[in-house]
Nanobody, 116 residues
Framework: VQLQASGGGLVQPGGSLRLSCTVS????????MSWYHQAPGKQRDLVAS???????DYPNSVKGRFTISRDKDAKSVYLQIDSLALEDTGVYYC???????????WGQGTQVTVSS
């Protein structure tokens, strides 16, 4: 399995962005997929996850602004970010874990810069 993240860019505060993570390989083998955010000089933090069954979960810090979704036909997971704020700046990574082997995968990250 390989993960390819895309969709980052430069956005003004208050704007929106949709990030994409495309799976190369068997998406059905994945127990869940997640998005992580790493701000400059900070640790990588979980911001959204979706299980194979479609259940989503978010930390309180992003609830209402971040939405994770999935298109099985496109073998992709998306992260919609609304009302972007300066602190949303950073690299967003796609992550996944397999059902049986518990092997984890990371995408290469996509840069989001929020600036006026």
């Amino acid at each position: 399995v390989q993960l390819q993240a895309s969709g980052g860019g430069l956005v003004q505060p208050g704007g929106s962005l949709r990030l994409s993570c495309t799976v190369s390989g068997n998406m059905a083998s994945l127990k869940y997929m997640s998005w992580y955010h790493q701000a400059p000089g900070k640790q990588r933090d979980l911001v959204a996850s979706i299980t194979a069954g479609g259940r989503t979960d978010y930390p309180n810090s992003v609830k209402g602004r971040f939405t994770i979704s999935r298109d099985k036909d496109a073998k992709s997971v998306y992260l919609q970010i609304d009302s972007l704020a300066l602190e949303d700046t950073g690299v967003y990574y796609c992550h996944a874990e397999e059902w049986f082997t518990q092997t984890t995968y990371w995408g290469q990250g996509t840069q989001v810069t929020v600036s006026s």
